[in-house]
């Protein structure tokens, strides 16, 4: 795997750690919940901003998703790689499942101390929009980066999905939907979630030059 891709499991680990000892010695939302959503929407608000908000935010929808990993899964299957296809598409079922299942469990509210600038219908912890974008994304990079031996080309590959899974999470907050330690969550579940099918699935990519099933 990656340099770059061990060290996202690290920092969603890491972060996970804190997001835990946060609600050890506080309840949410955090103070720096409420400082944060409030300070987005006092010093950065624009129409600009909000449109491109939007946009960004779209990239992390399940429709989206879905289509992302249905043409990853197309795409293996062409290879001849049936299982590493079966093995992605099930990847992100059970995860947004996990997502759904904790979103009823916990029932925490969306955020109230700004207008929401996009439609929002379900629980606010963890953002599916964080979680989902991280498992589907990083799931994608990690898949790419084994077509290529350009170590440059995979570093590239692996900051882009970086960028845009944290892009899509910040959109979120922005757009006053998710407090940012639904995003942490949403953003640590879905990039362990990702890397442990990677890593439980290390047998089944080591054996793709001969895999025509």
């Known amino acids: 795997m990656p340099r770059a891709l061990r060290g996202a499991a690290a920092g969603a680990a890491a972060l996970a750690i804190l997001l835990l000892a946060g609600l050890l010695v506080d309840r949410w939302p955090f103070d720096w919940d409420r400082a944060i959503l409030t300070g987005l929407r006092a010093h950065a ?3 600009g901003l909000m449109h491109a908000a939007v946009d960004i935010t779209a990239l992390g929808s399940v429709p989206v998703l879905v289509l992302m990993v249905g043409a990853a899964a197309l795409l293996l299957a062409a290879r001849g790689w049936w299982l590493m296809a079966g093995v ?13 299942l904790v979103k009823q469990g916990v ?5 109230d101390l700004v207008p929401h600038w996009v ?6 912890f963890p953002s599916g929009h964080a979680a989902g974008s991280a498992m589907v994304y990083l799931t994608l990079a990690a898949l790419a980066t084994q077509v290529t031996r350009h170590r440059r080309v995979r570093h590239a590959i692996v900051a882009m999905s ?6 899509i999470g910040v959109s979120r907050v922005y757009l006053g939907v998710h407090w940012p330690s639904d995003v942490a969550a949403g953003w640590c579940f879905g990039t362990l979630w990702a890397l442990g099918w990677w890593w439980a699935t290390a047998a089944i990519r080591a054996s793709w030059p001969n895999m025509r099933e």
């Open 162 to 167: 970086v960028l845009l899974v944290g892009a």
């Open 45 to 47: 608000q624009s129409p």
């Open 119 to 124: 439609d929002v219908s379900n629980a606010s």
């Open 88 to 100: 992605t598409v099930a990847s992100g079922i059970s995860g947004g499942a996990v997502v759904t």
């Open 107 to 111: 029932s925490r509210a969306r955020p």
